[in-house]
């Protein structure tokens, strides 16, 4: 069973900075691209980042500026720098990987945790 576990989100006020993590779970192999997305209340969900196993990253373009993706392959764990944070950063944010491949062979595919909720208000 692969699961993946964020945490780090929290209340805070404009111009704040939090540090999520999320981390996969279970007797795994390796883990493919991660990433990380976001859902406002009443909106769809959106791509924050990716980061690939080598370290390379996409970015949406709004949040490239703030916002830092990087990950521990040996821990199997991303995390996500944002720094400035707004009121529009109110949203919970969710890991994602598109591929988890377990020691026994199996592979697992696009993979979300339950996600994380930041608020920022005043």
């Known amino acids: 069973q692969v699961q993946l576990v964020e945490s780090g989100g929290a209340s805070v006020h404009p111009g704040a900075s939090l540090n999520l993590s999320c981390v996969v779970s279970g007797d795994i192999f390796a883990v493919g691209i991660m990433g990380w997305y976001r859902q406002a209340p009443g909106k769809e969900r959106e791509l924050v980042a990716t980061?690939?196993?080598?370290?390379?990253?996409n970015y949406a373009d709004s949040m490239k500026d703030r916002f830092t993706i990087s990950r521990d392959t040996s821990k199997n764990t991303a995390y996500l720098q944002m720094n400035d944070l707004k009121h529009e950063d109110k949203a919970v944010y969710y890991c994602?990987?598109?591929?988890?491949?377990?020691?026994?062979?199996?592979?697992?595919?696009?993979?979300w945790g339950r996600g994380t909720q930041v608020t920022v208000s005043a």
């Open positions: 994602n990987t598109d591929t988890v491949r377990i020691k026994n062979g199996d592979c697992y595919y696009n993979k």
């Open positions: 980061i690939r196993r080598g370290g390379t990253t």
